[in-house]
């Protein structure tokens, strides 16, 4: 079984209607220097400099917000759909929601958090979301499960897209490769290069391969989340595998994106990475309160 990198990150939550979008990408040229270090992009960023992105309040409304239980376990649960419309004139790729549930006293008894729902939403366009917060004890309620309430926030964000360049693969766990060329996304983040090294094969023959990539946030606006993605591809330039890692960025701070995966050494010889980066902006948000009414059993 091919072994993969840990990941950092818990899954996020996912809504479920997904739409690919296909960015405009442009070819770099390569550049081999013949010495162990290695480069292969002058790519640079045709971003248009966006500091700031205009917010407003958009449109949403709970279509079905029912609870259920309890269930053997003593535990309430929730379904609570919506649908959000994109009345900003961005196209909207990642929602990212919160909420609290309430009881009969308005005291907060549970919620969630940071939940992330990867969209594509044209400007005008709605989607529909499925909110969930978990399981909470019904004897926080009081008996009283007919006053249960939720407050669901809901933030909107655009994305801007780059593709950074390539770098290759080092040949052996002796050398590293860089990717030189720095990068500046959406006038925000500022990419500094990267490095690429690769371990020694393990007993199965397989070989670790990171790439960590130095990144700055250069503005006062707080970011809620940066993307950095790497794919590895073959010498006859299909995919191996691929690596993402993300994180927010405070103003004016830097932080050092990690990724990496395994292959069988042989299907890295003459292999190369592909980088690119997302930034997320908020275009757009929501705050809602509802009761809930119990569910058929």
Same mark, same amino acid.
């Given at each position: 079984?091919?072994?993969?990198?840990?990941?950092?990150?818990?899954?996020?939550?996912?809504a479920t209607r997904k739409v690919v979008k296909k960015a405009a990408?442009?070819?770099?040229?390569?550049?081999?220097?013949g010495q162990s270090f290695v480069v292969i992009s002058d790519t640079q960023s045709e971003s248009l400099p966006v500091t700031k992105t205009p917010q407003g309040e958009v449109d949403m409304e709970i279509t079905n917000f029912t609870y259920s239980g309890p269930d053997?376990?003593?535990?309430?649960?929730?379904? &609570?759909?919506?649908?959000?419309?994109?009345?900003?004139?961005?196209?909207?790729? &990642?929602?990212?929601t919160s909420s609290l549930v309430l009881n009969a006293d308005?005291?907060?008894?549970g919620g969630s958090y940071d939940d992330e729902h990867d969209e594509f939403i044209d400007p005008g366009d709605s989607v529909s979301m499925n909110l969930n917060p978990g399981y909470i004890k019904e004897?926080?309620?009081?008996?009283q499960l007919d006053k249960n309430k939720m407050i669901?926030?809901?933030a909107l964000f655009r994305r801007e897209f780059n593709k950074l360049g390539e770098m290759k693969v080092p040949e052996d766990y002796t050398d590293c490769t860089f990717f030189e060329t720095h990068t500046n996304v959406g006038g925000i983040v500022d990419i500094m290069g990267a490095t690429c090294k690769r371990q020694e094969p393990d007993d199965d023959g397989d070989v670790s391969v990171g790439?960590?990539?130095?990144?700055?946030?250069?503005?006062?606006?707080?970011?809620?989340?940066?993307? &950095?993605k790497m794919v590895v591809r073959d010498e006859e330039d299909s995919n191996i595998e691929e690596s993402e890692d993300y994180y927010h960025l405070a103003p004016h701070t830097a932080r050092v994106f990690s990724m990496s995966m395994y292959a069988k050494a042989g299907k890295l010889r003459n292999s190369t990475i592909r980088l690119s980066a997302a930034v997320f902006f908020p275009v757009g948000y929501k705050t809602i309160e509802a009761t809930a009414e119990e569910g058929d059993e």
């Amino acid at each position: 079984m091919r072994k993969r990198a840990a990941k950092k990150k818990a899954t996020r939550k996912k809504a479920t209607r997904k739409v690919v979008k296909k960015a405009a990408e442009k070819t770099d040229t390569a550049k081999f220097t013949g010495q162990s270090f290695v480069v292969i992009s002058d790519t640079q960023s045709e971003s248009l400099p966006v500091t700031k992105t205009p917010q407003g309040e958009v449109d949403m409304e709970i279509t079905n917000f029912t609870y259920s239980g309890p269930d053997s376990d003593g535990d309430i649960s929730w379904d &609570l759909n919506a649908t959000v419309n994109n009345d900003t004139e961005h196209v909207v790729e &990642l929602i990212k929601t919160s909420s609290l549930v309430l009881n009969a006293d308005n005291i907060c008894v549970g919620g969630s958090y940071d939940d992330e729902h990867d969209e594509f939403i044209d400007p005008g366009d709605s989607v529909s979301m499925n909110l969930n917060p978990g399981y909470i004890k019904e004897s926080v309620f009081g008996g009283q499960l007919d006053k249960n309430k939720m407050i669901v926030n809901a933030a909107l964000f655009r994305r801007e897209f780059n593709k950074l360049g390539e770098m290759k693969v080092p040949e052996d766990y002796t050398d590293c490769t860089f990717f030189e060329t720095h990068t500046n996304v959406g006038g925000i983040v500022d990419i500094m290069g990267a490095t690429c090294k690769r371990q020694e094969p393990d007993d199965d023959g397989d070989v670790s391969v990171g790439v960590e990539v130095g990144v700055r946030n250069v503005t006062d606006s707080y970011i809620e989340k940066v993307s &950095l993605k790497m794919v590895v591809r073959d010498e006859e330039d299909s995919n191996i595998e691929e690596s993402e890692d993300y994180y927010h960025l405070a103003p004016h701070t830097a932080r050092v994106f990690s990724m990496s995966m395994y292959a069988k050494a042989g299907k890295l010889r003459n292999s190369t990475i592909r980088l690119s980066a997302a930034v997320f902006f908020p275009v757009g948000y929501k705050t809602i309160e509802a009761t809930a009414e119990e569910g058929d059993e």
